[in-house]
C-alpha cells in the first residue's frame, strides 16, 4: 500500500488558494468596482458638496470626515460622524430616482441632543430619540423629482425609515428600523 499523499489533490487545492488569493476584490465578476458619488446643496447654510465617499472597493476615510463635517448640526456647528450607509441610502436612491449625480436639498442631517430638545418643544414631530442624533437620518428632496415619487422610491428600498413631509417638500431617510410615516 502506497501512503504517500496524493500529489494531483495536493496541487489542486494549492491552485485554488492561489486563485482565490490572487482574485481581484471586485463586487461582480467580470466588471469594475463602481465608484459611489454624491452631490448635496445645504439650504441652511447655502454650502454645497460633491464628493466621492466609495472608491468601489472601500470607503475612502477622507471623504467621510468632509461629509461629516458637511452634515453637521448647522445650528450648532458640532460635527458627529454620518453613518456610511446612510450615503449608500442616498446613493441607491438618487441611482434609482435621477441616474445622474444631482445634489440632494439637505434640510437637516446630524442634531447634537440640544437641538433635537430644543426642536422637540416647538414641534410634536420629533422624536426624543432620534436617528439625526446618532447621524443616521437625513432630511432631504431631489430638485425635479416629486416628493410623493421619491418617498415611494425609498420605501421600496426597505432600508430604514422613510417619513414624507409634502407640506415642506422633503423626506426623511434613517439606517433604523423599516417603517414609514407621513405616506
Not at 9 to 28: E, I, Q
Not at 125 to 137: E, I, L, N, W
Not at 141 to 162: E, I, K, M
Request: charged content about 25%; glycine content about 10%.
Amino acid at each position: 500500500m502506497d501512503n504517500r499523499p496524493d500529489l494531483s489533490k495536493r496541487r489542486f487545492l494549492a491552485g485554488a488558494v492561489a486563485a482565490l488569493v490572487t482574485l481581484p476584490a471586485f463586487p461582480s465578476w467580470g466588471k469594475a468596482p463602481r465608484p459611489r458619488e454624491l452631490a448635496f446643496r445645504h439650504l441652511h447654510t447655502g454650502e454645497t458638496l460633491q464628493v466621492e465617499y466609495h472608491d468601489g472597493r472601500r470607503y475612502l476615510d477622507d471623504a467621510l470626515r468632509t461629509v461629516d463635517h458637511y452634515l453637521r448640526d448647522f445650528r450648532t456647528g458640532e460635527v458627529h460622524p454620518i453613518d456610511p450607509g446612510l450615503l449608500d441610502l442616498l446613493y441607491t436612491l438618487r441611482c434609482r430616482t435621477v441616474g445622474r449625480c444631482r445634489p440632494f436639498e439637505v434640510f437637516s442631517a446630524y442634531r447634537s441632543p440640544k437641538t433635537n430638545a430644543m426642536l422637540r418643544r416647538r414641534s410634536s414631530g420629533v422624536a426624543k430619540h432620534s436617528f439625526h442624533m446618532r447621524g443616521q437620518a437625513i432630511d432631504v428632496r431631489l430638485p425635479g423629482v416629486d416628493v410623493r415619487h421619491l418617498y415611494r422610491t425609498a420605501w421600496n428600498l426597505q432600508r430604514g425609515g422613510v417619513g414624507l413631509y409634502t407640506r415642506s417638500g422633503f423626506i426623511h431617510v434613517d439606517t433604523g428600523p423599516v417603517r414609514t410615516w407621513g405616506g
